[in-house]
């Protein structure tokens, strides 16, 4: 249900809410990263959770059946059996997840403040900043002329959001590609 609201009433409930808890409670400034990373962990959890329980359904019953009957308990199946044979499925819906967040704008743009200039790049979760997509997003609204050295900039920041995206799109093709490689058999199943 979570993946059917637009991402902008995503980000307007984000800073009603994240938002303003962080200013009551870390007494921060109003926008934050800590913000923005709250709002995008929230966005993907849908994206996470439904590949992973995809993967987990798709463990062969045989494999299930056979750990329960050498006597191990559910959880013991699910922790050696079933969440080893599911690996690879469950690390690409979190690498598809952050390629997802990689090119949210709306949301992240309503809680992280777009700070202009950006501001220089610190590891305090607490300060406000700007993301590429939103850097794009505002500066690419009619002020810049064709072939200008501003138009160029948007242009080469569009491209390196680009790549990052396609190199996240193909860790995660990799990693299903060894879908099931890693993944017991019942010969290797021995007495828990």
Same mark, same amino acid.
């Given at each position: !249900?979570?993946?059917?609201?637009? +991402?902008?009433?995503?980000?307007?409930?984000?800073?009603?809410?994240?938002?303003?808890?962080?200013?009551?409670?870390?007494?921060?400034?109003?926008?934050?990263?800590?913000?923005?990373?709250?709002?995008?962990?929230?966005?993907?959890?849908?994206?996470?959770?439904?590949?992973?329980?995809?993967s987990?359904?798709?463990? /062969?019953?045989?494999?299930?059946?056979?750990?329960?009957?050498?006597?191990?308990?559910?959880? @013991?199946?699910m922790?050696?059996?079933?969440?080893? +044979?599911a690996?690879?499925?469950?690390?690409?819906?979190?690498?598809?997840?952050?390629? !997802?967040?990689? %090119?949210?704008? !709306?949301a992240?743009?309503?809680?992280? %403040? &777009?700070?202009?200039?950006?501001?220089?790049?610190?590891? &305090? /979760?607490?300060?406000?900043? &700007?993301?590429?997509?939103a850097?794009?997003?505002?500066?690419? @609204?009619?002020?810049?002329?064709? %072939?200008? /050295?501003?138009? &160029?900039?948007?242009?080469?920041? %569009?491209?390196?959001?680009?790549?990052?995206?396609?190199?996240?799109?193909? !860790?995660v093709?990799?990693?299903?590609?060894?879908?099931?490689?890693?993944?017991?058999?019942?010969?290797?199943?021995?007495?828990?």
């Open positions: !249900m979570l993946t059917g609201f637009p +991402s902008v009433v995503i980000g307007v409930v984000g800073y009603t809410v994240v938002c303003l808890a962080i200013v009551e409670y870390l007494h921060s400034p109003e926008y934050t990263v800590l913000a923005a990373w709250i709002v995008l962990g929230v966005m993907s959890l849908p994206t996470i959770a439904s590949v992973s329980e995809d987990l359904r798709a463990v /062969p019953n045989d494999l299930k059946e056979a750990s329960l009957a050498l006597g191990a308990t559910r959880w @013991q199946t922790v050696r059996v079933m969440i080893p +044979s690996a690879s499925g469950i690390m690409a819906s979190f690498l598809l997840a952050l390629g !997802m967040s990689t %090119g949210e704008t !709306m992240v743009s309503l809680v992280i %403040g &777009n700070a202009l200039p950006a501001p220089p790049i610190t590891l &305090n /979760p607490l300060v406000k900043s &700007n993301v590429l997509t850097l794009i997003a505002l500066r690419s @609204q009619g002020e810049n002329t064709y %072939g200008s /050295p501003e138009w &160029n900039a948007i242009f080469a920041a %569009g491209f390196v959001l680009f790549l990052i995206t396609a190199a996240m799109n193909l !860790m093709r990799a990693v299903m590609a060894r879908r099931g490689k890693n993944a017991p058999s019942l010969s290797s199943m021995r007495r828990p």
